[in-house]
């Protein structure tokens, strides 16, 4: 789930999110831009708690919306360059809005973080950066947080189901940077948002930007990502919202993804 770009008035978004609790997901991901308003936190923290609380365990990840509050941008911009932010006192109370996710929803804190856990009878290390767009993805202390597979976990295994752990990379906007240091960390998907999947799409065509680095034919859905030694699947969300400044999608739906991973036959 991204970028969502709550505003505290949106109550049928509010009562979708809301309704997506009977998808009982085993595992939540928060891929940023959460907040579309200054005053959207408590807006927020009521959308998500019936998902949160039926799913099993689950993780975010912020974006520059998440410190920033939107304000009104020439659109014709992001088609040349993306849409960095200027230097300007953050507006958002970022650490409050943390604290609700962790403590009101018990989601755990990926940002240049890294976390074990085993659901459904597989072994999960889950590896996460802050967000690449305003430059506050810290690639060393991400690596600095992994530690050794827990010994519990080790124990747990009841092989053939559990295996090798699964390892899924978390990041706001997938700028290629960030998309080689968790594909160098092991990751095998990596989810990611930020794109809108270009927000305004040109049939036939598709996105005319991604704002980011990201090639525009990848920034939507699910596409391969990968160097010369490795590969990781990435999915790319085109988000819930947009800015309330910009309030236009085309030819590109709203979505919220529910991805099924497989094991390799």
């Known amino acids: 789930m991204s970028d969502l770009h709550l505003a505290p008035w949106q109550e049928g978004k509010i009562d979708w999110l809301r309704s997506l609790a009977e998808l009982n997901p085993d595992l939540l991901v928060l891929t940023g831009d959460l907040m579309g308003h200054v005053d959207a936190r408590q807006s927020l923290i009521h959308a998500l708690q019936p998902l949160a609380a039926q799913a ?142 270009g927000q305004v799409r040109v049939p036939g065509v598709g996105a005319l930007t991604a704002n980011c680095d990201l090639p525009v034919r990848q920034a939507r859905g699910l596409s391969v990502w990968y160097d010369a030694e490795r590969a990781a699947y990435l999915n790319v969300s085109a988000g819930l919202g947009n800015s309330i400044y910009a309030p236009v999608r085309f030819c590109c739906k709203p979505e919220v993804t529910l991805l099924t991973l497989e094991a390799a036959r």
């Open 56 to 197: 099993r365990a689950g993780v975010f990840v912020h974006g520059s919306n998440d410190y920033y509050g939107p304000r009104f941008k020439n659109p014709l911009k992001y088609l040349s360059t993306p849409s960095r932010l200027s230097t300007r006192a953050q507006d958002i109370d970022n650490a409050a809005l943390t604290r609700s996710l962790t403590d009101d929803l018990g989601l755990t804190d990926l940002n240049n973080s890294a976390e074990w856990l085993e659901l459904a009878g597989t072994r999960f290390e889950l590896l996460g950066l802050n967000d690449p767009h305003i430059r506050y993805d810290d690639a060393d202390r991400m690596r600095a947080a992994r530690t050794a597979e827990p010994a519990e976990a080790r124990a747990s295994k009841r092989a053939p189901q559990t295996g090798a752990p699964v390892r899924l990379g978390v990041v706001h906007a997938p700028y290629q940077g960030a998309l080689g240091t968790l594909l160098d960390a092991g990751s095998e998907l990596i989810l990611a948002g930020h794109t809108h999947g």
